[in-house]
């Protein structure tokens, strides 16, 4: 490794603010920072809080729901889902969010899905949504079961090379959509913007999506990236057309110019190669490297002036 891209000190502020501590104005909790496999780390979701509350869910996979209750986030002001592709590990407790949100409500609450478009093999996520609560829907009884609740999709295009699509969501957050590549996939990924501090959700990416995420990634403050491979020939080969490996993410990273990143999607195989992760990261970006666990609070700050 080249002198001048030595290990620096990872300094990337990941603290849960004291009781008596204003909230950071934009921050990331990681609900779930493994899958796809059985493990101790629930798969893989994010809430963005502003100021502390919950605003949108990014991604929703088995585990998270339970890691929401522990870190004793309100979800009133919850009314936006991103879900980068609809894999079970990202997707399979969006019922469970959406059931507690009614429950707890006392005025009717609209939440709002936002997700890829379909193929053959994936319906889109106005008709995941739809077959999970709409009139006909698996989980139909929801509509009237606690407060008024509606929930409704739009389809961001999943094609690759389709341009960014800003999506539309409450004033003070602006999100934007761009199509990445995940094998037979259809995958977005989300930046989001408060102020001015962003925050960048991949998904699950192959490197042929790299490109866009990238473009969409330019000058963000932290970039959050499935990391769900080792360098090869350290993983299956199969998984290399769904995944990107470290080196590629540190290129990446580098190449967008980003601040700060961090990993998740970790499964045991990544965990315990920690140091030569972040060695591969390291030979091209030498900004913060962060592993991301549940449960972890990781503040966005915001680029000097
Ligand atoms: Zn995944």
């Known amino acids: 490794m080249c002198k001048r891209l030595a290990p620096l000190l990872v300094v990337l502020l990941a603290t849960t ?44 996979g088995p585990g998270t729901f339970a890691r929401a209750g522990e870190a004793g986030v309100d979800l009133s002001a919850l009314d936006t889902v991103l879900l980068t592709h609809l894999h079970v590990d990202h997707s399979a407790e969006l019922p469970a969010f959406v059931k507690a949100r009614a429950l707890d409500a006392t005025e009717p609450v609209h939440v709002r899905v936002f997700g890829p478009t379909g193929n053959p093999l994936f319906p889109s996520t106005v008709s995941f949504v739809e077959g999970l609560f709409g009139p006909r829907g698996l989980y139909r009884y929801l509509r009237d079961f606690g407060a008024e609740m509606r929930v409704s999709a739009e389809n961001v295009p999943a094609r690759l090379g389709s341009p960014p699509r800003a999506v539309t969501v409450a004033g003070d ?26 925050v960048v959700f991949s998904g699950d ?46 290129e990446t990273a580098a190449s967008a110019g980003v601040r700060a990143l961090l990993l998740t999607h970790l499964p045991p195989a990544v965990s315990a190669q920690k140091a030569q992760v972040l060695a591969s990261v390291r030979t091209a970006f030498s900004g913060a490297v962060t592993f991301a666990e549940d449960g972890l609070r990781v503040s966005v700050e915001a680029p000097p002036r």
């Open 17 to 60: 603010a004291p009781a008596d501590e204003a909230p950071p104005p934009l921050s990331v909790l990681v609900l779930g920072s493994g899958g796809p496999r059985l493990s101790s780390r629930a798969s893989v979701g994010n809430l963005l809080l502003v100021d502390g509350k919950a605003r949108v869910l990014v991604d929703a």
């Open 173 to 198: 957050i602006a999100v934007t959509a761009q199509a990445i590549h995940h094998g037979d996939t259809p995958a977005v990924a989300f930046r989001l913007g408060v102020g001015r501090r962003s």
């Open 205 to 250: 990416v192959d490197p042929s999506g790299l490109a866009s995420l990238a473009q969409l990634a330019k000058g963000a403050d932290l970039l959050v990236v499935s990391c769900a491979v080792l360098d090869p020939p350290g993983s299956p080969e199969a998984l290399y057309q769904r995944h990107s490996p470290p080196k590629r993410l540190g």
